[in-house]
C-alpha cells in the first residue's frame, strides 16, 4: 500500500522503519512537516492509506488525523504518556520496557492502541536504547500494526474502555532540576543513571571548571577516587570524574548557550574543555589484555579468542576526528602483529562510524584545514586494512553506519550485519563526494550501476537489503546484546578452518592482480582531488550543511 511515514527528521528510527516497509513491498514517501499547509499538500501528492509517524515531536493537525489513519509510534510501554517516556525509564532504572503504535487524536498519546511490543533496556545510554532495543520493538510493533490495518478487521484497543481500562502513566517532560546531579551525594550509579537518560540529548546541565556544560554520556570507573565532583583523569577525550563513592567516565560536553548567540554544540570533553582543563594525568588503555575485566571505559579495546583478533571501537555517534582515526590506524596496526589470522572490526552493539567528525571539524580554528586532515586519516586507516594480506579481515555492524563509516566498513574481506542495522552508503547528502577509497571498494562488492544508484539517490538500505545488493556478507538475525557473542563464535570458527589459510594466500595475489591493474594510491588521489576542491570552496554546500547540521539548524 501506500504509506506516507510522517516525522519530525529522517532519524534512525524513521529510517528504520522507511527501509522494512519499503523491503516489504510496499510504497513509502516521507514528509519532515507537521504545517498543516504542507501536510495536506503532501497528502495531495502521494495519497497514502495510512500515515505512520515514527518519530513526532509536534501534534498532527485536527485536519488530518480526523480523516486518515495516523498511527503514532510511541516509545513507551501501554498506558505509558508524555514526551520523556525514554528518558524517565532509563534514569529511574526500569529494565523492562515497550514501544506502543496509536492512534492520533486529540489527547497525546491517548489513542487506541494498534499494536504494543515489550523489550529490555540494558544499563547503556538512552540513544544506544533506542537505535537498538527499542528500534526493534517499534519495528514489530508498526509491521504488526501495518499488517492489520491492511486486514480491514482489527478493532484497536480503546485506552479509555469499560471493560478493559488501561493504567495510564502520564509523565512529564524531564527538566533539568531532575536530571541535576548532585556530586555530593549521588552514587556512582545514579550519576550514571542521569547521565545515560540524556546521552545524546539533552545532556544534564552542571557546573564545571567555572562555567555551566551540558555532559553527554556517562560510564562507571573502577579504581579512580577523588573529592566528589573533580577531575581525575583524561582518557581518549573523556574526563574521569569522581562520584561519592568512584567515579565516572563522561566522553562529551556542551558549553550551556548564551542567549543571541548560535547554538552550542557536543565535543569530546577535553576539547570542550580547552585551556580550562586542569593538569591531571591521561590514563591510556592497554590493548595487550591486561585491562581485560575491568569496569571502566574506553573507545577502542582489543582481545584474542582462539586464532582471532577482535579490534573493538565505539566512537560517541559514531563520528571519528582526526585523532579517532590516527589512534584507531595506531591499534590496528598493533593488531597486526598479533599471531592471528582472522582480525574482527567493530562488533559493537551501536554505530559501527559515521565517518569524519563534523563536530570537531566545525570547531576547529580552520574547518578547511581539519576537513583535510580528518579524511586523510580516515583514508589512512581504510588502506591500512585494504593492503592486510597476511589474515582475514571482517567488519562486524551491531548497528548503523553511513557514508565513510560504510566505506570503512566495505575495506574488509567480509562484512557481517545484525538485521537492525541501516546503512547509508553515500555522501550526497553532506554536499560531499566521499573517499576512503570507495570507487574502488563500492563497485567491486556491487557493480558500477549499482554503486552509481546508491550514492546518487542517498537512501538508506536495510541490511537485508545490502546483503542482496552486496555490502553484507553475512547477517546475524539476534539481539543488540547477542550480537557480539554470535561474530564471535562464527569468528573463531572461521579461524579454525583449514580453508582460511587457502583464502588468504589468494587474498593477496587478488590485491597483487588489482594492485598492477590501478593502483590504490591512484583511487586517493582522484577522490582527494575531488574532495579538496569541495574543502576549499567556501561557496560549496558542504560547508554550509555541516554548519546546519552540527548547529541542528
Known sequence: MNILLLASAFNSLTQRVYVELSDRGHTVAVELSCEEEVLLD???????????????????????????????????PLGD????????????????????????????DAGDVWASVTCSLPPVGKSDLYRNEVS???????????????SGTFVPRPQNSPDERITVTARPYLRQETRRIDWDADSTETVARKLRSADSQPGVL?????????LHGGHPEDALTGTPGEVLATRAGAICRATVDGAVWIPRLRPRR????????????????????????????????????????????YREQG???????SFPGGAMSTTHCERLLAAYRYACTRPTS???????????????????????????????????????????????????????LGGNAAAGGVMLALAADEVWCRTGAVLNPHYRRMGLYG??????????????????????????????????????????????????????????????????????????????????????????????????????????PYHALRRAFVHKL
Not at 526493534?136 to 491492511?150: G, I, K, P, S, W
Not at 552542571?206 to 562555567?211: E, Q, V
Not at 580547552?274 to 581485560?292: C, H, K, Q, S, Y
Request: charged letters at 20%.
Open 42 to 76: 503532501a497528502l495531495e501528492r502521494h495519497r497514502p492509506a495510512l500515515i505512520v509517524a515514527p518519530m513526532l515531536r509536534e501534534a498532527i493537525p485536527e485536519q488530518v488525523w480526523s480523516a486518515h489513519t495516523c498511527l503514532i509510534v510511541h516509545p513507551g
Open 342 to 396: 582472522v582480525l574482527v572490526l567493530g562488533g559493537g552493539r551501536d554505530f559501527f562510524s559515521n565517518g569524519i567528525h563534523l563536530n570537531v571539524i566545525e570547531a576547529a580554528p580552520d574547518p578547511t584545514a581539519e576537513s583535510w586532515a580528518n579524511i586523510n586519516a580516515i583514508d589512512d586507516v581504510v588502506q591500512a586494512i585494504l593492503t592486510t594480506t597476511d589474515r582475514l579481515v571482517i567488519s562486524a
Open 81 to 108: 504518556r508524555g514526551p520523556s517516556s525514554l528518558d524517565w525509564a532509563v534514569q529511574e532504572g526500569v529494565d523492562q520496557w515497550g514501544v506502543t503504535v496509536l492512534r492520533a487524536n486529540a489527547e497525546m
Open 136 to 150: 526493534d520493538a517499534a519495528l514489530e510493533a508498526v509491521l504488526l500494526a501495518v499488517e492489520r490495518f491492511a
Open 307 to 313: 586464532g582471532t583478533g577482535f579490534l573493538g571501537f
Open 435 to 540: 573517499s576512503e577509497y570507495w570507487t574502488y571498494s563500492l563497485p567491486r562488492r556491487v557493480g558500477a550501476s549499482v554503486a552509481e544508484q546508491l550514492t546518487e539517490r542517498a537512501l538508506p538500505v536495510s541490511a537485508a537489503t545490502g546483503q542482496r545488493l552486496g555490502l553484507v556478507d553475512r547477517l546475524f538475525d539476534t539481539g543488540p546484546g547477542e550480537f557480539a557473542g554470535q561474530v564471535g563464535e562464527f569468528a573463531v570458527r572461521l579461524a579454525a578452518m583449514p580453508s582460511t589459510m587457502t583464502r588468504i594466500a589468494a587474498k593477496k595475489a587478488e590485491r597483487d592482480a588489482a594492485e598492477a591493474a590501478k593502483p590504490l594510491a591512484a583511487y586517493r588521489e582522484e577522490e582527494l582531488s575531488r574532495m579538496r576542491q569541495i574543502f576549499d570552496d567556501p561557496g560549496r
Open 258 to 301: 548564551v542567549p543571541g548567540r548560535p547554538p552550542t554544540f557536543s565535543l569530546p570533553a577535553t576539547t570542550a574543555l580547552g585551556d580550562r582543563l586542569p593538569p591531571v594525568p591521561e590514563l591510556p588503555f592497554p590493548l595487550d589484555g591486561t585491562a581485560d575485566g575491568r569496569r571502566t571505559w574506553t573507545d577502542i579495546h
Open 206 to 214: 552542571d557546573d564545571l571548571l567555572g562555567a555551566q556544560w551540558f
